[in-house]
Structures are given as structure tokens and as C-alpha cells.
């Protein structure tokens, strides 16, 4: 599985010998004692890991294991891939597949990797769509009926599964007079759609966070879940160090490794089950969906 990564890791080691990194910091843990501390891995990811607080909750464990501290800026899957692509970060870990693999393919990932999934959801009022697996029939509905939808609009993971439902759908949505695009990430999406007592796309991860806290008292129900394409798959791939030699790809790599291990696969296996009596997501290293 990772033939490919150590003979890329080794080259550019035994070449380089230096690593870089940049970005703004995000949660900081406390490394054990004979580890030795190894500096920042900066990591561009999707609104989706920061806002369920799931970095945060990983962040310590890694920096404990390994002496690397986690740093993060959390955006759309297309903002994040495009900072890999300009090298502002180390490594990504978005929500895209087919955009994934495009950055791979175009020379600015090594490799991409599975780590874990949850599933999207339409979230609503309780009427008048009934809850449903259709969701076909909900966004025709939608349109049909010209009911409120409000979208991310901002080229995220769960625009572009959005958009790709419409147009295998045939349909454009924009029709609909009460279409509205935030621009914006999932929390103030859900905000919006709330206010507006309105349906729209969102990953269950998200939508639970926001559920379970007191200070929004969210109305939105789930009217829509468990079709097949409504998986929602996340991957990691770190920066080309050949197009970018300052990345930490050492660090990269060690995250990546650290993630798709029997522990950082246990530790997102237990997230959000004592708070949500579920876990916001599944881990699944080697094993794409």
C-alpha cells in the first residue's frame, strides 16, 4: 500500500534532509514524555473535520504519538485543494473523490488515501416532505414546489455532491426562485436554512453538532438519508514535495500514517458516540467506498 510513498518519503529525505512548513494554528496537544517535539504539519481540510470538533479531539493524540503538532485551516474541498496546489499547506484531507484523484493525477498529491466516511443527509422542516431514502423525489419536490433550498455555493464537498445530484438529475435548480446560495461553510448554512425554514445538503457530522447545542435550538429534522449516493467519503494526500520542496512531507507523511493506523482508526471510531450515542464518523483506512 505504501510502496509508492516510501520510495518517494526516501528520495526526497536523503535529497532534502529539510522540511517546511506554514499556516495558522489550530488545536495543540501535549506530547509524552521521550517524545521528542518535531515541529508544525499544516493541513487544508473541509469545514466538515473542524466544525464536528473531530480535530480537535485529534489532534493531542497525534502530537502525543508522534511529536508533530496539528495545525489546520478548515474551508470548501475546493479552496483546500487549491492551497495544496499553491503549497501553502502539507497535506489535505477533504471530501471529493473524483477532485482528489484529479490532484493526484495532475502531479500535486503522492497518493491519496481513504481514512473514514459518514453519509449526507437533507435536513428540513417535517413538512411537507415526509422522510424518505428518495433522494430523487425530495429534490423534485423541492423544485417542483419551489420551496426554500439554500446551498453551500462555495465549491465545498458538499456543493459539488450537491450539484453532481442535480445534474444526474437533469435539473437545474436554480429555476427555483427560493434557491439561494451562503457562499458559506455548513454551520452557517444550517443557520440560514433554519431561519428560512428551509431544506438543504448537509453532512450528518455537522448537522448533529449543531443539532445537540443548546445555544442554536436548530428546528431542522433529517427528511432525507440512506440512499447510496449519499455516502460521503474523506481522503488524505499530502503536497508533492517535487512541485513544493519546502512542505513538511515528512510530517505529512507521518500523519497520514498515524491516521490510517489501528489507533487513529480507533480514535474516529469513538468520536461523538458518548456525546451523539453515534459516531460523526467511520473509519475505513484501505478500504474505499
Not at 434557491?179 to 443557520?191: I, P, S, V
Not at 445538503?201 to 449543531?210: A, F, I, W
Request: charged letters at 20%.
Amino acid at each position: 500500500m505504501y510502496k509508492n510513498w516510501q520510495t518517494i518519503l526516501l528520495l526526497f529525505f536523503v535529497s532534502l534532509f529539510v522540511v517546511g512548513c506554514s499556516g495558522n494554528d489550530g488545536a495543540m496537544g501535549e506530547k509524552s514524555p521521550g517524545v521528542e517535539e518535531k515541529g508544525k504539519v499544516m493541513m487544508a481540510t473541509t469545514t466538515s473535520t473542524a466544525d464536528t470538533g473531530l480535530l480537535d479531539f485529534l489532534a493531542p493524540i497525534f502530537k502525543e504519538t508522534t511529536g508533530y503538532t496539528l495545525a489546520w485551516t478548515a474551508v470548501g474541498t475546493g479552496e483546500a485543494l487549491k492551497m495544496g496546489e499553491d503549497g501553502q499547506v502539507d497535506l489535505v484531507l477533504v471530501h471529493a473523490k473524483s477532485s482528489e484523484e484529479a490532484f493526484v493525477a495532475e502531479g500535486y498529491g503522492v497518493e491519496r488515501f481513504p481514512v473514514m466516511y459518514n453519509d449526507f443527509v437533507v435536513v428540513g422542516p417535517k413538512e411537507p416532505i415526509a422522510h424518505t431514502e428518495d433522494i430523487t423525489a425530495v429534490f423534485t419536490r423541492i423544485t417542483e414546489e419551489k420551496l426554500p433550498f439554500i446551498s453551500r455555493g462555495d465549491d465545498s464537498g458538499t456543493h459539488k455532491k450537491e450539484k453532481g445530484i442535480w445534474n444526474a438529475m437533469g435539473m437545474d435548480p436554480t429555476t427555483n426562485p427560493q434557491y439561494l446560495e451562503t457562499g458559506q461553510g455548513m454551520g452557517a448554512t444550517l443557520t440560514m436554512a433554519d431561519e428560512k425554514n428551509g431544506y438543504c445538503l448537509s453532512d450528518r457530522g455537522t448537522y448533529l453538532k449543531l443539532k445537540n447545542d443548546a445555544t442554536l435550538t436548530l428546528e431542522l429534522h433529517v427528511v432525507c438519508e440512506g440512499a447510496s449516493d449519499l455516502l460521503n467519503q474523506y481522503g488524505v494526500i499530502a503536497v508533492n514535495p517535487q512541485i513544493h520542496p519546502r512542505v513538511n512531507f515528512l510530517g505529512a507523511n507521518a500523519f497520514i500514517q498515524w491516521i490510517c493506523s489501528k489507533e487513529g482508526q480507533e480514535a474516529i471510531k469513538g468520536f461523538g458516540v458518548e456525546e451523539y450515542g453515534q459516531a460523526l464518523f467511520i473509519p475505513n483506512a484501505g478500504e474505499d467506498r
